[in-house]
């Protein structure tokens, strides 16, 4: 295929946007962007600097102090903060909550935006989190929007967690999932809303495998319409 392709993945956590994006990138060729690492790596430097995710001023003062860069290795996708590879730093439970909480801040948002267009500006990418349908690549060639009972993503993210050793119940985490989906979808700016012409996967029943077959199989007829 010679025209540059650009896929949005869109959904809320847990329903397993990064392994679809991931094993679609590998298939077809294409660069994983994952874009909540962003939100990450600032809610990463707020908790460092001791700041208040949710008061914007205390983090607005931050961004200017913030250098962003994403690379792209065998490993796939690194966030350097910095200078300082944070990607295994961010994916804590206490980091994934300033990451929500700043992502509500417009500042971060507008921080954040630059970056990322110059990655869809790029193409032959496949980027997945809230916004990607709706305001960082509106014209990708396909828009998923993954989803999954919440008790489906909760159980998940609790499997993930213990394997990492963090002591947490199910409970807890069902909990924390049904609080950030709130969060991320009833926030003001840029809500974590399916795109119009998103297509839905719901794999609350689909294991990995099938979740990938069904994403390709409706790429490639949008792909092949287009064409
Ligand atoms: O996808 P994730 O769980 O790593 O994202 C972390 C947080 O960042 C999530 O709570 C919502 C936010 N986020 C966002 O607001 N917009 C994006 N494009 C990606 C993530």
Redesign the pocket.
């Given at each position: 295929m010679n025209q540059k392709i650009k896929i949005a993945i869109d959904g809320p956590?847990g329903s397993g946007k990064s392994t679809l994006a991931k094993r679609i990138a590998r298939e077809l060729g294409l660069v994983y962007v994952d874009?909540?690492?962003l939100?990450?790596a600032v809610g990463l430097y707020a908790k460092r600097a001791g700041a208040d995710p949710s008061i914007n001023s205390q983090i607005a003062a931050l961004l200017p102090q913030m250098q962003l860069e994403l690379r792209y290795t065998e490993d796939g996708q690194r966030v350097i903060l910095n200078g300082e590879d944070v990607s295994g730093l961010i994916r804590t439970s206490d980091v994934?909550v300033y990451?929500?909480t700043v992502?509500a801040i417009p500042s971060v948002r507008k921080f954040l935006l630059e970056i990322q267009k110059r990655m869809a500006g790029e193409g032959n990418v496949v980027m997945d989190?809230?916004?990607?349908g709706t305001v960082i690549m509106p014209d990708a060639d396909v828009k998923l929007f993954l989803e999954a009972s919440p008790a489906k993503r909760a159980h998940r993210r609790y499997l993930e967690l213990l394997a990492k050793g963090e002591q947490v119940t199910e409970q807890e985490v069902l909990a924390a999932v049904m609080q950030?989906d709130k969060a991320?979808s009833g926030r003001e700016i840029?809500p974590a809303v399916p795109a119009e012409d998103a297509i839905f996967i719901d794999n609350s029943q689909l294991d990995e495998a099938q979740t990938l077959s069904k994403a390709l199989e409706i790429i490639g007829e949008k792909l092949r319409r287009l064409r």
């Amino acid at each position: 295929m010679n025209q540059k392709i650009k896929i949005a993945i869109d959904g809320p956590s847990g329903s397993g946007k990064s392994t679809l994006a991931k094993r679609i990138a590998r298939e077809l060729g294409l660069v994983y962007v994952d874009t909540g690492a962003l939100y990450r790596a600032v809610g990463l430097y707020a908790k460092r600097a001791g700041a208040d995710p949710s008061i914007n001023s205390q983090i607005a003062a931050l961004l200017p102090q913030m250098q962003l860069e994403l690379r792209y290795t065998e490993d796939g996708q690194r966030v350097i903060l910095n200078g300082e590879d944070v990607s295994g730093l961010i994916r804590t439970s206490d980091v994934t909550v300033y990451a929500s909480t700043v992502s509500a801040i417009p500042s971060v948002r507008k921080f954040l935006l630059e970056i990322q267009k110059r990655m869809a500006g790029e193409g032959n990418v496949v980027m997945d989190g809230r916004d990607i349908g709706t305001v960082i690549m509106p014209d990708a060639d396909v828009k998923l929007f993954l989803e999954a009972s919440p008790a489906k993503r909760a159980h998940r993210r609790y499997l993930e967690l213990l394997a990492k050793g963090e002591q947490v119940t199910e409970q807890e985490v069902l909990a924390a999932v049904m609080q950030r989906d709130k969060a991320d979808s009833g926030r003001e700016i840029a809500p974590a809303v399916p795109a119009e012409d998103a297509i839905f996967i719901d794999n609350s029943q689909l294991d990995e495998a099938q979740t990938l077959s069904k994403a390709l199989e409706i790429i490639g007829e949008k792909l092949r319409r287009l064409r």
